[in-house]
């Protein structure tokens, strides 16, 4: 009778261990200077604080913390022992890195060599700390360069650069620069604080860019994306002329991205997105292709890709309409969607490389994109249109939740090509 007793409770301490596990919320903590500690938002909410309290992510599941100190620095980092006395007493599972090129002192150089020693220092020290940190189980996040007032053309020039580096690692990473950059590399008018740090409204358009399912893929395992160079394609036929592929908004977007490549297509719409503002529309046809009034003659023969980017800045009432790597149309508007549809109503259209960032991208990322230099930050959908449709479900392979849908009137045709 007492050893049955025993086993009895030591099966439910056992039960009652793993329950407690399955419990423990998942710790998030923001590490960064006084931007990623919320300075110049009300009561210090900026865009961390705003993420964790916005509804778009599980506190239940996610415990938040911020140990971030104003001034930090790659090399303060460890000269202050921030990691010892601040990080890792949160015991964080993920790591969000919120540092910035103007705390490391790239005002400071009058020469381009005095920079690209800043710019290097900057690079190899926060990818040490990211390498140092994911050793050791913490995974992390990095928020990429942003805005500061004091920035003429080469500190914007090194900003650029710095992201588009970061873009090139094995780690997630967050686009805030595409949400509040006047384009000159300052904070947007009515969006900013004093020349260091955004206000309350410009923290909003930053956390506005990290997509709310992050942190749910990264625990699932799902892996920062990279380039499919795969040659192969799907073509899409839809006799009723609906919308083809669709992504719904679940969570609020405001700056945002939307890329793909196609080619013989039959005339018509062959992307689209609902907003606020009504319905926006790619449109091919008389041997041209249309966003509002930019228009431009595209590739036609059969085996050329074209390459559109539609992307908006919200706070800067800009979008850009780009095709093959060039701007051929800017329209001051503020848009808020709700649905984009790629392959749009035509009846046939070529498809690949579906895009889709919650963040607006600069006229060097645009011709980056497309050159096949792969954008990984603050992505939300990325679905290559190479691989065989299993499921009836579309791949996403960014580091989301985020679902494409596929209009069941739709036939997708996988064409192989090799690759060589």
Known sequence: MKKSCF??????????????AQKAPIHVTFFGSSVCRGAGAEQLQGYAWQFFHSGAIDTTRYAYFNASTGGDNTLKVDQEQRLTKKLYPTHPNIVVIGLSLG????????????????????????????????????????????????????????????????????????????TIDDGEGKWVEGFVHDPLHPNTEGHREMYLSIVPT????????????????????TTIENPKKEDAIYVDVDDTIHSFTMSFRFKNATDGVIASFETNRGMREVVIGNDRVS????????QQDS????????????????????????????????????RFVYGGTVRKIDLKDLGLH?????????????????????????????????????????????????NPNVALTRVEKPFY
Request: aromatic share 10%; with cysteine.
């Open 214 to 233: 992050l942190f749910d893929a990264m625990m699932q395992g799902k892996r920062t994306p990279a380039y499919d160079w795969r040659k192969s394609y």
């Open 291 to 298: 966003y509002l009034s930019a228009t431009a003659v595209y």
């Open 7 to 20: 086993l009895l409770f030591g099966l439910c301490v056992l039960i009652s261990a793993r329950l407690s």
């Open 103 to 178: 705390n490391e002192g790239i005002g400071t150089p009058q020469s381009d060599a005095g920079r690209e020693t800043v710019l290097e220092q900057f690079r190899s020290r926060l990818l040490a700390l990211s390498d140092s940190l994911d050793k050791q189980g913490m995974k992390p996040v990095i928020v990429n360069c942003y805005a500061n007032a004091n920035f003429s053309e080469p500190q914007y020039t090194c900003t650029k650069r710095m992201n588009s580096i970061i873009n090139t690692w094995k780690y997630p990473s967050i686009n805030v620069l595409g």
């Open 358 to 406: 919650r963040s607006s991208l600069n006229r060097d990322e645009i011709e980056d994109l497309n050159n096949k230099l792969f954008i990984q930050s603050s992505l939300e959908v990325y679905t290559p249109m190479t691989a065989e449709l299993r499921g009836g479900q579309l791949p996403n392979m960014a580091q989301s939740l985020t679902s494409l849908k596929l």
């Open 303 to 338: 085996d050329s890709w074209n390459h559109i980017v539609i992307t908006h800045n919200y706070a800067n009432q800009r979008t850009l309409f780009a095709v093959n790597g060039k701007v051929i149309g800017e329209f001051k508007e503020r848009l808020i969607p709700t």
